[in-house]
Structure formats: structure tokens, C-alpha cells
């Protein structure tokens, strides 16, 4: 039985802060997949929201609330959240469903309206919570330990801040034509070297904004997508994986890591382990890739993601990047879209609109910022609370 | 370092349970698995998160208190709540991720003052310290921090 | 392609008020559960945890949660919320999978932590989300709703409050030997005439509490069980559908119904739609069923689902319960576990735990409150924000 | 009924575009959809909520201000917040379930003192007041509640 479903149709709402609720984004989202799927709202068996935390109730089951803006008319409903990998976990919902023959298409939506500033916890006392307990303890915000993994480059590599600003010139640069994008604008590197040190090693503008904005993708059956002549990419591969214990890396949000002393840790790590589940499971490699879609929730980790999906070796990602291998002409360009410099996230609808992107770069419509002769694409992104999202779209 | 001089104020560890309190010599408070050995910081109380064992015996142990710093940060704005600045004015400070050896983990913690991130490098040896989180009229509470290994740190 | 999958173990924390944890809780169900099937942690390749919204961000991402505090080992894991629903759409996210062929053996945990006294909105002034709009304008609580709907059963069908108070006592009865209820003890029609008035007309034993609890099952494919030589009863049929517009009835949070003035309503209705959309999928009536879990939020509630359910005509509760044909040697058995009067609501353990009855009794081992020759059994319930949830179990 | 007195109080309502503040005849504002003429309440503004329907044009218009007792209850305890109880001490207050005719919906609203639930029977007529939700030292906040028609109930 082929593992594949079609990406009959994608669809966002432009990122930006647009002060409205999230769910007028998340339903422009989906009418607009709707509509470039050329199917209906009463065409669609099953809704998949992506969950937003810090919009009330309707947040929390952002499945029915989508599915009442659009019109309840009796049809199944989920509501998932994983972090950053909530678009994945939303799209793996979709895909298992389709594979089981329960339903035949499928929409998935994410979008939110995020706050201004760090991202902060519920509020309350709740010193078991170890979102609690790094703020409070250890005053960690997420810029903090992408300050770390900075850090650590550095010291191990000898990447430098001039590194970490060129990915954000590449990326601002990708972006410029991006209709989606809330940044349109060409970033230079002293523009960077003179914004505030916010995290150290990092600067205001080496880490992304949080943003308002939604993305929607319809998945079917691919007999379905045959049947209507649709001729579109299909999801080949999903993984929503946690780590292994022990995991040796201080990921978000734990103040501390597992202990190695007496278990060994797996020897690819987690987040290598993220897209290597993803490639065995499309049974391709990194050598197979045309484009990719990492989070660069701050310039230094796009760089780390570089080698964790094997791009490159080890300490090798500043010369690949400098090399022009990333950006279009290269030999695999890295977040075409602009990525999370010109989007800033809007976290339940990030891993979606990654999918999107990869999308129209299969389909060859990314105006202004098409990869040419795009036929394999990777997202990856990793959610805090241990959280893996990996997606390999195919043509 | 910090010590206590003569105040009136009651002085409260920030949370229970994560490290003692002695001011000479503090020690995080870890657990250790009786079954599997392996070591759990901040305590887990519940059950062993190795996989491969399902014990729920799980022992409180005092945790190095040196090690290597692994890598490093600073907040240069105010953290959100549940962080409380202990000045009315927030003043950047460092944050440290220190590798035990023995234990073979790493661990965040504060910098104390004076020491900022200019003052630290990757590798080198840090240790454990009581240092204020930040005070209220009746308390001081307390938390551990990371500071460099005297002779081994700029300041 | 079969699209039952099998329940290969259940497990339980008893409910309560034990102010630990809600990990703990399901840790221990999830072990449980797993005993149950002969199988070990090892074994799952899928995880699904019913998101908590009351216990910080481990309860947002709940099906992480569980995994870590099992033991990360980069199992696939998904974290659902559906209010009320939760349990169902967590279930059916398992079957999906299982049925997809994309995993064979899935663990599904819900569990709670739950405050004293009323459910209370997230904090924060949110005038668009329906939630702050019930309390804030009407001072709508979810007994406000119960008894709004008891009100009308006293209006249209001459129910009374002995009426209600009879559901009372024979829960409180079925209730008294479940090594898992939170109250067991009998409780007499004068007691329920003599507490508190909270939402009229409705006392404060009419009402079901809130409570700290877990529930987890371990669903496996059907070949995967006969493999193993389990002989266990299966999921037939999961419904977790939204209403259809207009829906004329005034749900939870809502503070107005649809309008039925130019579309015409569903002729069945919201809750009628829950039940019958299951006994359609599993191809049964409810005159196949030998016993049913419905949600006793209120008393009245569960005359409600009688009628909802298919158990007796429109009116004709009042009369069938009576009648003892909802007790033990009667017609069908509801709430041989108790229900929620004897457990209090743990809201993303409840549909779980449900389930854990219908397994329990179907394989006859519910001691102290067993129905004769269980075979196939309902569970029913229904969330607020138009979740619906109705799982069929057959042996 | 409630009356605008002397006051020297901001009178403002509850939520803005939910209803009007004349003290006379109030009424709730809907929104009917251009397209399918459907109606919603609270005023949907984004989009037509009937599935059949993806029209984005909605015209805000006033509904029925009386209609029938669909159901009713009663607050014995006081509501969690965001409620906010307009006297000290809590005192119970009964809420109502109104269908509207033209609209064929139904509308939930407090019912006002000094009516309590004693005085509602399923099927009496019922009419919109604006009646304050609770005061502060500078505004009177005020909001849309349910009594029944004069002659129809019982006080
Ligand atoms: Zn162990
Ligand atoms: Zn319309």
C-alpha cells in the first residue's frame, strides 16, 4: 500500500501583525486552498486545526472553531499541538486518516495572532512545570538557548557573528518577492552588527519575530487526486518523533539535560534524527533534495541545520553557506521563501506554511523565488517539549 | 561570592528540593535511579524516565558542583513573568550551561555579579554558588548560580 | 479493509482529589494498561496524549509528556484536544494510524488535574472568544446549561426532580464497588432534595464534580492481537463530528443558537447525529447495544441521552428509567461504572475511561457491577464547542 | 425597569456592537448575511457561518427585542471570572433562554431583578431591557437581559 497522499491545495493568509483574530486568517488560509485545490468546503470529511495557545478556547480546539467559521455541516474534526511541530502532527492527523480509507480530503489549517515580545508561559505558580522553572529559575528565554547553540558554534567552529548575519542577508534577500512575507526588505550585515545584542551571541535581527498568519493545505487519497486529473505534489514522508533518552542536548525548555552516565546516547542525536526518519522513510537521502525549509527561529541555527540534515559535515555549515550552496543558483537552496527572518513565526501555522512553500516550488509557481527544477523538498523545524517535524514533499 | 551578613530577612530557596542551602558550599539536588543508576536534575520524583526501566525508586543525591562550561548567553531584556528582576531597573545578566562530569549532564544556571558574558569562554571550569533571585521586604530568596572557578575566570 | 482495530489493555488511576501531578496519573494508567495487554513500553510505536489546559504547557503537549515520562525513545506521538471529546478524537487519532498501517501498537493517555468549584475561561479580556463572552454577559456556568436543559425536560415531558434525583441514586449504586470511582456510597432521593440549589433546577448532587484522574488504553491492530493470541474486544465505530448548521439548540459556550429561519436544521439534531453516526459506521442500532456510558454532567443529562441515544421514544425517559430498564438486570444497563456521579469529570481522561468500562465489561470482568452477557457497548458524550463523541466497542 | 436617574456616571455597554443603549427600547444587534439572509448572534462579522453559503458580506441589523421562554436557570453561586457580580455579596440571579420568532433563534440573557427564577414558566413572553451588569466609581456598565413582558409575569 503506497504511503503517499496528494497536497491537492495550499493556501495562507500574509504574515504580518495584523491586530485581527486568528481565525479570519485561518479561514482566508483555507479558502484559498480550497480554491486552488478547485474543491469545495462540502467536499472536505475532515478538519484538522492546528491549536493556538494564547487565543482562549477557540484556540484550544482550533479544529471546531475553523470548521464553525466555515460552516459546521457534521464533519469530523480534530484539534492537535505539539509546539512548533504542530503543522506536522495537524498533517500527519490528515494523512493517517486518508490512509486508513476513513476520508478522502482532508484540510488542515493553522494560524494565530501572536503577542508582542518573548513568548512567555501560562500564568500562575507552578514550580513542576519546566516552562516554570526556566523562567523563573534560570530567567531562560527561547532566544537564550538559541544564544547557547551560538555559543557553541562559535567556540567548537569558529563560526563568527558575520556568519550568522550572512544568513540573514540570504534569507531577507529570498523573501523580497515573497506576496506572504511580512519582511520585504533587503537586510545588510551592518544593519545587523548595529542592532541590540538580545541574547548574546545574537543581535535583534539574527532572531526571528513572532507574527500573525495562517496556512492551509488540502490533502486526498491519491486515487482521488487521479480521479480529478490533479497533477500535484504528494507528502512522502512525515515524522513527529520525540528524541531518545538520554538526549545529551539542553533543548528548549529543560534547564538541564538527560544523564549520559549510564545510558548511552543514540549516536545520530536528535535532531538529525528528525530528517533521517523523514529520508528512510521516503527512502531518499539529503542528496536527493532540490530545496529545504528549516526553522531559523535565529540565523546560527539555520547553520546548525545545515549539518543535522546532512548538507554538510560537521562544522562545515558556515563555508557551504559563504559557498552560495544555499541560495538560488546553489547547489540546494535553504529556505527560498525567506524563512522565519521575513515571516516571523506564528507557531500552529509555521510547519504548515513550510509545506506550502514546498508546494509551489514542486508546482513551479513561486514567483520571484522559484528553485529551478524543484522536485524534492524538505521541511524540518523542531518544537520545544521535545518535538520533531520533518516533511518531505515529492513532484 | 555572596554571604550572609547581618539581615533580618528570612532566607528561602526559590523553589524546593532542587539544592541545599548552606551558603559555603550549596549542592544541586539531583535524584538517582536505584535500579538503573542513571541520574535525573531537576529531581524526578516519579519515575525513572530511562526507557528500558520502569522503577520508581528514585534516591536524592547532591550533584557536582564543578564542572565545564558548555556554552553560554545573556538576557540584554527583561525576561517575561514568572521571571522577577531583583532590581527595578533590569540589568542584563549571563546565563551559564555547565557539563558535570561525573553525573554527565549539563546544566543551566544564573551568573552572579559581577561576572557578565564578556567574562566567560567555552571550556572553562565553573562552580556552584547560593546567590539572591531577587529579595521582598520580609524575604531573600535564593537560587544556585554558575560562576567561574576563582583564578580561572577574568574577574 | 476491516476498519476495527483491537483494545489489547486498559488501565486506570482511580479518580479523585489528590492533588498531585496530572503526569502521575496517567503514567500509572498508561502502565496499567500496558500490563493489561502483556505488552511493554517498548512495544508502542504511537502515543496520543488528551491535552489538559489547566496544567501549564506539559499539558498542552500531553501525548510528549506521557512519552518523556515513559522514557523518550523517538516514538511518533500526537497531542489532542477536543474538550469532552478529547479521549474520542485522541482514540481515533490511535485507530487512524493503526489502520493507516503506520503503527501497530498505540498507547492513548488522558489525565487531569482538575481546580475546585466551576470550570473557569482562560484569564485575560477577550471579547471575541465565546467563552469570555458566556461568563462575562450572562454569567453563563456549565450548570447554567444543565439546567436550562432540565428545565425544558420539565416543561415539554412533566420530568421532575425526583425524577433526576432517581438517576442519582442508581448511579451512586452501580458506582458502589468500582475500585475506581471517586465516591462510592449510596446517596438516598431525600439527600439530593436537601443540597444546595446551583443552577435551578438542578441541586449540587444533580451535578457532576470535577476530579483528578487518568485512563489509557492500548489499541493494537487486529491481526497484530490475534498474533498474539489476544482475545479482546474492538473499537467498531468512533464519531467525533461537529453539529450541522443551523444547529437550534443552545450548546455549550453559546450564548444564542444558530438561526433556523432560511436554512432548515438537520432533522435529527446535534446529539441524536453523535450516536447514529457511530451505529451507522459500526452497522448496529441501539437495540444491539447491552449496556452504555453516557455523560451524567447533570442527572437530567442522562434522561437527555436515553432519549438522544435511541433507547426510548422522545418523553419516554423518565418512564424507562423507572421502569429499571437502565439498571442492572434490565434492558441496558447505563452507567454500570457509575458515571460521572460516582467518578467526577477529569475532562481528557473521561472518554478514555469510558471506554476502559466497555472493554472491562465486555470481557467480564467488571466485578461488583458486571451486565450480564455484555457484547457491544456505547460511549457518549458531547464537548462544548460543537465536539461530539460516541465510540462503539463490540467483543 | 431601569431608569437613567440623575448619575453622574459614564453609562457604558458591556461589549461594544452587541446592542443598543437606548434606555427605552434597546436592542440586540445581529448581523444578517447579504447572500442567504441568515441571521447571527453575537453579530458575526467575519463570514457567513452557513456551510452552504461563503459570502463575507454582513449587514449589522437590529433583531426582535421580544419573544418566547425557551428555558431559563439560576445562579445559585457565584460565576468564576470574567463574571463580575454587581453587589459585595453575591446574590443568585436567574438567566433565560428567549426564542425569537422572526429570527427562529434562541438568546441567552440575565433576567433582571427583582424577577428571580420563581417567576419564569417555559413559554411566557419575554422583553429585552438594558439593565447595568455592574458598576465601577466611574462607569455603569450596562448590558442586555431578559424579563418578562409586563402583565405576563408576575411581579
Ligand atoms: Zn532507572
Ligand atoms: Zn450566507
Known amino acids: ?395 | 561570592m555572596f554571604y550572609f551578613t547581618a539581615v533580618s530577612k528570612k532566607v528561602i530557596p526559590a523553589i524546593e528540593g532542587f539544592f541545599t542551602m548552606d551558603p559555603e558550599a550549596p549542592r544541586l539536588l539531583g535524584t538517582q535511579c536505584k535500579a538503573c543508576q542513571t541520574y535525573f536534575f531537576p529531581p524526578e520524583r516519579g519515575y525513572c524516565r530511562n526507557p528500558e526501566c520502569d522503577s520508581e525508586e528514585l534516591e536524592t543525591v547532591e550533584l557536582s558542583h564543578e564542572g565545564t562550561l558548555w556554552s553560554y548567553s545573556h538576557n540584554g531584556y527583561k525576561p517575561p513573568p514568572p521571571y522577577v528582576s531583583p532590581t527595578e531597573e533590569f540589568e542584563p545578566f549571563a546565563v551559564a550551561a555547565v557539563e558535570l562530569e561525573r553525573e554527565k549532564m549539563v546544566v543551566m544556571g544564573m551568573v552572579p555579579k559581577p561576572y557578565t558574558h564578556e567574562d566567560l569562554k567555552v571550556g572553562q571550569r565553573m562552580q556552584l554558588v547560593l546567590d539572591p533571585l531577587y529579595e521582598t521586604d520580609e524575604e531573600r530568596v535564593m537560587v544556585w548560580k554558575w560562576r567561574p572557578v576563582e583564578g580561572g575566570g577574568s574577574k
Chains 1, 3 share one sequence.
Open chain 1, 1 to 395: 500500500m503506497s504511503k503517499e497522499v496528494a497536497i491537492a491545495g495550499v493556501g495562507m493568509h500574509p504574515w504580518g501583525k495584523w491586530g485581527r483574530n486568528f481565525v479570519e486568517y485561518g479561514v482566508k488560509a483555507a479558502r484559498d486552498a480550497l480554491k486552488d485545490a478547485g474543491l469545495e468546503w462540502k467536499d472536505v470529511d475532515f478538519v484538522v486545526g492546528g491549536d493556538t495557545m494564547r487565543n482562549g478556547y477557540p484556540g484550544y480546539v482550533a479544529g471546531s472553531t475553523f470548521a464553525e467559521a466555515l460552516g459546521f455541516k457534521g464533519t469530523q474534526i480534530a484539534s492537535v499541538y505539539g509546539a512548533c511541530a504542530t503543522g506536522a502532527q495537524a498533517i500527519d492527523a490528515a494523512r493517517a486518516r486518508i490512509l486508513a480509507g476513513l476520508a478522502e480530503v482532508v484540510l488542515v489549517v493553522g494560524a494565530d495572532a501572536a503577542p508582542k515580545g518573548f513568548f512567555a508561559p501560562q500564568k500562575g505558580d507552578r514550580p513542576e512545570d519546566r516552562d516554570w522553572q526556566r523562567f523563573r529559575l534560570v530567567g531562560m528565554t527561547n532566544p537564550n538557548y538559541f544564544g547557547l547553540y551560538a555559543r557553541r558554534r562559535m567556540a567548537l567552529y569558529g563560526a563568527t557573528s558575520e556568519d550568522f548575519a550572512a544568513v540573514k542577508v540570504k534569507n531577507a534577500r529570498h523573501g523580497l518577492h515573497n506576496p506572504y512575507a511580512r519582511y520585504r526588505k533587503e537586510v545588510t550585515a551592518e544593519e545587523i552588527a548595529a542592532s541590540p545584542l538580545v541574547a548574546d551571541p545574537l543581535r535583534l535581527l539574527d532572531i526571528c519575530a513572532t507574527s500573525d498568519g495562517g496556512a492551509a493545505v488540502i490533502l486526498t487519497s491519491i486515487e482521488f487526486a487521479e480521479k480529478r486529473g490533479l497533477k500535484v505534489p504528494r507528502i512522502a514522508a512525515i515524522n513527529a518523533a520525540t528524541p531518545t533518552y538520554p538526549n545529551p542536548i539542553l533543548d528548549m525548555p529543560y534547564i538541564a539535560t538527560d544523564s549520559w552516565a549510564v545510558v548511552q546516547p543514540d549516536a545520530r542525536g536528535f535532531k538529525p534524527s528528525i530528517a533521517y526518519g523523514a529520508y528512510e522513510e521516503a527512502g531518499i537521502g539529503p542528496e536527493d533534495l532540490d530545496l529545504a525549509e528549516v526553522y531559523d527561529l535565529s540565523t546560527a541555527l539555520e547553520l546548525d541545520w545545515y549539518e543535522q540534515i546532512g548538507l554538510c559535515g560537521e562544522g562545515e555549515a558556515e563555508a557551504f553557506l559563504r559557498s552560495g550552496a544555499t541560495t538560488f543558483g546553489g547547489k540546494i537552496p535553504v529556505n527560498p521563501s525567506g524563512g522565519l527572518a521575513c515571516f516571523g513565526e506564528a507557531v500552529p501555522a509555521q510547519a504548515i506554511a513550510q509545506v506550502c512553500e514546498l508546494a509551489w516550488q514542486i508546482r513551479g509557481v513561486a514567483e520571484g523565488r522559484q528553485v529551478e527544477g524543484a522536485k524534492v523538498g524538505l521541511s524540518i523545524n523542531q518544537g520545544l517539549f521535545g518535538h520533531g517535524s520533518a516533511i518531505i514533499v515529492k513532484g
